[in-house]
């Protein structure tokens, strides 16, 4: 792969200087820890800045003009420099700029959780907020195990997710992720979290294939028999993505979850859908669970529920969940001081005015045929092997071989993954190169892109992996 050996050199001067008069990426490798990210790059002087975004765009501090081929991380549905929003937020500061929610209420929180729950199919009637995504995780296996403990099955404790998924960093939440590296420096976390099969259709066993029905069935068998083998009597929830992200879009098989909510009801585990990404429009309707057919008890959700603009998660309740807590005579034991933060339900409800206002729920269900068209037409490329997805949310799995799905060794989808950011991002895209799992670019644009967007993301692929393919 000597053609990848040297990817494009992106080059992110300073942005200025700090209020002290600090060179902006002096200061960012002197005291701003990046999450996920490798501090002696920018020791080195290379600190990528962002400085403002506008629709699908951002700026970074070499003047680029990039677009948001990842709505930031999956969360800005409508799309940057939405005055509306901020507009939202200043009222509300003005008015009450914060009270908690411990025993009381706040006008913001109230109209929000009502409309949410209207938003919900099905019973899901009540809502606890917190303040993102990993924080409703963590609301929702704790709920659980007070829920079956009131039910007088305290031993109903322990959780499964499926392999390679991602739901968060908090000790919990980090449970339940099944990615190794990330898991493994904090050992021993939370115990009790099993793992059941994923649903990566295309890395199956060959005899799946041509037969999806069957490839859900056996995945589905797979979460059977987790619950078996961890007992009935001691399984409390399945945590499982519509959609799992990590990994690279990996949409669930016909059948698959007709058949999971029949083995949840059968052995009394309660289904809990992470939507954190999946919600508000990412695969077309206000949540996933409804655009996939399937019936949750929980539902945890947040980064599209404000758009980015402030912080804000949510954790939708079934009435069945939420009766042992109705009474009176107790109550859930968890709370955190900023969950439910007026100015942040006060933004998720002027978001959700827009999503309204400019038909956005609509706009992804009637485009992501044409926005898929334009992906599937790269498979004309020799290393593009699969692409799949729903709504505004794909993955492209890259591949030695399309006809036998070989995988790149090792060494290679890290050189691959080397080459492509840089790459893309030099070409004027932002997006994401996984590294969890095989190489996948994974493409989640703002709600408000159309088919101009989708044209330029796939001329865009095309030329980079295209210098890919001839680089092998």
């Not at 109230?110 to 995504?133: K, M, Q, S």
């Not at 904090?186 to 294939?209: I, K, L, M, T």
Request: overall charge negative; glycine content about 12%.
């Amino acid at each position: 792969m000597s053609g990848l050996d040297h990817p494009p050199v992106v080059q992110h001067p300073s942005y200025g200087v700090t209020p002290a008069g600090t060179d902006r990426s002096v200061a960012a490798a002197r005291h701003l820890w990046g999450h996920f990210t490798n501090q002696g790059v920018w020791a080195g002087g290379t600190v990528p800045t962002v400085v403002r975004g506008e629709g699908v765009y951002f700026w970074d501090g070499a003047g680029r003009k990039l677009f948001d081929g990842l709505s930031g991380l999956f969360v800005v549905q409508v799309g940057h420099g939405r005055v509306e929003l901020a507009e939202a937020a200043a009222r509300q500061a003005r008015e009450l700029a914060f009270f908690p929610l411990w025993s009381y209420a706040h006008v913001p929180a109230i109209d929000l959780a009502e409309r949410l729950a209207w938003l919900a199919p099905g019973d899901l009637n009540h809502v606890f907020f917190t303040t993102g995504g990993g924080e409703a995780v963590e609301t929702a296996w704790k709920l659980a195990k007070q829920y079956w403990a009131l039910r007088g099955r305290p031993h109903k404790r322990q959780v499964i997710s499926r392999a390679g998924a991602y739901h968060g960093t908090t000790h919990g939440a980090l449970s339940l992720t099944r990615i190794s590296p990330y898991v493994e420096p904090f050992a021993p976390v939370v115990e009790g979290a099993s793992e059941a099969p994923s649903v990566n259709a295309y890395r199956s066993d060959q005899v799946f294939w041509d037969d999806p029905a069957g490839f859900g069935a056996w995945a589905a068998d797979g979460l059977e028999k987790a619950i078996l083998d961890a007992g009935p009597d001691n399984v409390a929830a399945f945590f499982v993505e519509p959609v799992q992200n990590s990994g690279g879009c990996f949409v669930p098989p016909p059948g698959y979850f007709e058949r999971v909510r029949q083995i949840c009801d059968e052995y009394d585990v309660l289904l809990v859908s992470d939507e954190v990404i999946c919600a508000y429009g990412r695969t077309g309707g206000y949540f996933a669970y409804g655009d996939l057919g399937y019936r949750p008890d929980i539902v945890t959700t947040s980064k599209g529920l404000t758009s980015g603009y402030s912080p804000l998660g949510a954790v939708l309740v079934s009435d069945a969940v939420y009766e042992p807590f109705a009474s009176g005579e107790t109550y859930f034991k968890h709370g955190f001081t900023f969950g439910g933060h007026p100015v942040s339900c006060a933004v998720a409800w002027a978001n959700l005015d827009l999503f309204e206002a400019e038909g956005l729920v609509d706009r992804v269900r009637q485009l992501s045929p044409s926005f898929r068209a334009e992906l599937e037409a790269l498979k004309d490329i020799p290393i593009v092997g699969d692409v799949r997805g729903a709504g505004y949310f794909f993955g492209i799995e890259l591949t030695r071989d399309q006809a036998t799905r070989e995988r790149f060794t090792e060494a290679e989808s890290d050189r691959i993954r080397a080459y492509l950011n840089p790459a893309l991002y030099e070409a004027g895209l932002y997006c994401r190169a996984d590294d969890r799992g095989d190489v996948v670019v994974q493409l989640a644009p703002p709600l408000i892109s159309g088919p101009e967007d989708f044209r330029f993301i796939a001329r865009v692929l095309r030329e980079v992996f295209t210098e890919v393919a001839t680089g092998l």
